[in-house]
């Protein structure tokens, strides 16, 4: 069903000049992370860059891009061409994998591509439509639904989800220089270093061990931080 994870950077929209190096460096980065996946394929589109599952489980992907600096948030989504009956039918195939027991839904869509014919509402209540028909004892709250549909019409197609995952956000690590860290063992030192690494520092960390006063426990603490 999901096809395509979509890559969302936060922070980094507030960047103009040199906005260019910021993403080269998180795309970097993401596709280091994600290596040993061999049949990932990737597709950047400015301030948006999609991740081409071709088969692989998104639920091996999820848990990595959690933990890179830099991406602020991400979804799973299905793609499909900017037609309306197609996005139609992709809505109720996305929708049928939701668990709808006791749920309440909404549809909502961002019309990116100016060029399609119907407007946002529009496209909002004619996939709202077809879902009510199509799906047996579906029920709506425009204020506050259990699941919110999103349908995402881009001039590179389509594009629904209905789950947003949180990254670290912040700027990616290493794209403003590196910083020697001292751990000492506690939680303020590395604090610091989390911190450091999401405003785009590149850390590396130093402990300084003193046997026999100090514990091979206290030593592999920090190795474990």
Same mark, same amino acid.
């Given at each position: 069903?999901?096809?395509?994870?979509?890559? %969302?950077?936060?922070?980094?929209? @507030?960047?103009?000049s040199n906005r260019n190096q910021f993403i080269k460096?998180?795309?970097?980065?993401?596709?280091?992370?994600?290596?040993?996946?061999?049949?990932?394929?990737?597709?950047? %589109?400015?301030? %948006?860059?999609?991740?081409?599952?071709?088969?692989?489980?998104?639920?091996?992907? !999820?848990?990595?891009? =959690?933990? !890179?600096?830099?991406?602020?948030?991400?979804?799973?989504?299905? %793609?499909?061409?900017? &037609?309306?009956?197609?996005?139609?039918?992709?809505? &109720? =195939?996305?929708?049928?994998? *939701?668990?709808? *027991?006791?749920?309440?839904?909404?549809?909502?869509?961002?019309?990116?591509?100016?060029?399609?014919?119907?407007?946002?509402?529009?496209?909002?209540?004619? &996939?709202?439509?077809? @879902?009510?028909?199509?799906?047996?004892?579906?029920?709506?709250?425009?204020?506050?639904?259990?699941?919110?549909?999103? !349908?995402?019409v881009r001039d590179e197609g389509t594009f629904i989800?209905?789950?947003?995952?949180?990254?670290?956000?912040?700027?990616?690590?290493?794209?403003?220089?590196?910083?020697?860290?001292?751990?000492?063992?506690?939680?303020?030192? !590395?604090?610091?270093?989390?911190?450091?690494?999401?405003?785009?520092?590149?850390?590396?960390?130093?402990?300084?061990?003193?046997?026999?006063?100090?514990?091979?426990?206290? @030593?592999?603490?920090?190795?474990?931080?």
């Amino acid at each position: 069903m999901y096809d395509h994870i979509l890559i %969302r950077y936060g922070e980094l929209s @507030l960047k103009k000049s040199n906005r260019n190096q910021f993403i080269k460096t998180i795309t970097t980065h993401i596709k280091n992370a994600l290596k040993k996946y061999e049949q990932l394929s990737y597709e950047s %589109r400015g301030m %948006r860059f999609y991740i081409i599952l071709n088969g692989e489980n998104p639920d091996n992907i !999820i848990p990595v891009l =959690k933990n !890179i600096p830099g991406l602020y948030s991400f979804s799973l989504v299905a %793609r499909c061409e900017s &037609v309306l009956d197609e996005i139609k039918s992709l809505a &109720v =195939k996305v929708l049928k994998e *939701e668990d709808l *027991e006791n749920k309440t839904i909404k549809v909502e869509t961002n019309r990116a591509n100016k060029s399609f014919t119907l407007s946002s509402l529009e496209i909002s209540k004619e &996939v709202s439509r077809e @879902l009510f028909r199509t799906i047996p004892n579906l029920k709506a709250n425009v204020h506050n639904p259990d699941i919110l549909v999103n !349908i995402d019409v881009r001039d590179e197609g389509t594009f629904i989800f209905t789950k947003i995952y949180y990254g670290m956000g912040g700027l990616p690590s290493g794209s403003l220089g590196r910083a020697m860290l001292m751990i000492s063992g506690g939680i303020d030192s !590395i604090v610091s270093g989390i911190e450091a690494i999401k405003k785009g520092m590149d850390v590396e960390a130093i402990h300084y061990a003193s046997p026999p006063y100090t514990s091979d426990m206290a @030593l592999q603490k920090v190795v474990d931080l």
